[in-house]
């Protein structure tokens, strides 16, 4: 059975496995805690699964000021919020095959008047099969930035969002869909809408029945109003890197950046997708998420996707051994500096394995 340690110093660590002791889990706290004074972040929460369980789950520093990060904090995702976009898409094609077509014109779903187009290339259809590779030639994002976001919590539904800001030339990059990569963080929620209005069902609803809830992952949420009290007050807090505190913030295209998690929640996936749906869901579903792939980076038997946003940097990782981890960070960093972070936790990851 895991069981959680509570440090001096603000570190609580998961262990799971024969063979450790608190001074060893004391050990490779401390050296995640090194990691965390040498580049300046306020937190870091990481979880590790082996063989398709979770293995440990470390967080040192501070969710906020004066209350230590846990395992349970809940951190904002960022992009890596965009993998459980890809993996709901994934979970209705398998549940409900005649709702949606990878390859169909998305209008066939959508009832929008006029229809969706490229106005550049009007009698080319935009699929969902692009939207969930980056290809549809959709503008990468808004012209928000933090000042304008809506705090915490977006107003209106995704519909009442896109269709004007896709009625609008600028709302397109010029390549015709499905010719060329570009990601798009507009063309996440634009796939996210596509999948609620082919179940007929809020997107946060559908996602949160086929995969959070299958998994067990009950700390994790679309909307900071959708926390309950306890959650909120376990909410990491986005810190820049002065240290200086950001509010809590969401997107009008939310779908592809405003998740909110645990470490512990996102083990739970990992290691779901590391084992073919670790029984939770069926392997089809897995390899066509996979395969295709949706929203998640394939490269050589490893999958990945990272995240980055005012005050949150988040990365998770698998391979197909039953083996992943995820980062989850609440303070921005410059981006070498981040690299060199995120390079010294996967060592620390690897080095664990050894142990």
Same mark, same amino acid.
């Given at each position: ?154 107003? *209106? %539904? @995704?519909? /009442?969002?896109?269709?004007?800001? #896709? =009625? +609008? &030339? ?54 900071? *109003? %959708? @926390?309950? /009290?306890?959650?909120?007050?376990? #909410? =990491? +807090? &986005? ?58 980076? /394939? ?57």
């Amino acid at each position: 059975m895991c069981r959680v340690v509570a440090g001096a110093l603000a570190v609580a660590l998961v262990g799971c496995g024969g063979g450790s002791s608190e001074g060893s889990e004391a050990g490779r706290s401390s050296r995640l805690e090194s990691v965390r004074a040498e580049y300046g972040v306020r937190s870091i929460a990481l979880a590790v699964v082996r063989d398709g369980a979770l293995a440990e789950a470390v967080a040192v520093g501070e969710a906020d000021a004066g209350r230590p990060a846990r395992p349970d904090t809940i951190y904002s995702l960022a992009s890596v919020s965009k993998v459980l976009v890809g993996l709901t898409a994934a979970r209705l094609l398998e549940v409900s095959p005649d709702a949606i077509d990878l390859d169909a014109d998305v209008n066939d779903v959508l009832d929008w008047t006029p229809p969706l187009a490229h106005p550049g290339h009007p009698d080319v259809p935009i699929t969902l099969r692009q939207l969930l590779r980056h290809e549809a030639s959709v503008v990468g994002d808004t012209e928000a930035d933090y000042e304008t976001y809506p705090k915490p919590d977006p107003d *209106g %539904d @995704l519909g /009442a969002f896109l269709r004007p800001f #896709l =009625a +609008r &030339p600028e709302g397109w990059l010029p390549a015709a869909p499905g010719s060329a990569y570009a990601y798009s963080n507009v063309g996440v929620a634009l796939a996210a809408h596509v999948l609620e209005e082919a179940a007929g069902e809020p997107f946060e609803a559908l996602s949160e029945r086929l995969v959070f809830d299958p998994l067990g992952m009950d700390d994790t949420r679309w909307f900071f *109003g %959708d @926390l309950s /009290a306890a959650q909120q007050a376990r #909410l =990491a +807090r &986005p810190f820049d890197e002065d240290g200086e505190p950001y509010e809590h913030y969401g997107f009008d295209d939310w779908p592809s950046g405003q998740l909110r998690s645990t470490s512990l929640d996102l083990a739970k996936l990992l290691a779901a997708l590391s084992t073919d749906g670790g029984g939770v869901f069926p392997p089809s579903t897995v390899r066509a998420f996979e395969s295709v792939p949706m929203l998640i980076d /394939a490269d050589d038997g490893v999958f990945s996707h990272a995240g980055g946003e005012a005050g949150v940097n988040t990365y998770v990782e698998y391979r197909k051994d039953g083996a992943g981890y995820a980062v989850l960070v609440n303070s921005d960093l410059e981006d070498d500096a981040l690299d060199a972070l995120m390079d010294d936790v996967a060592g620390l990851v690897q080095a664990r394995a050894g142990e």
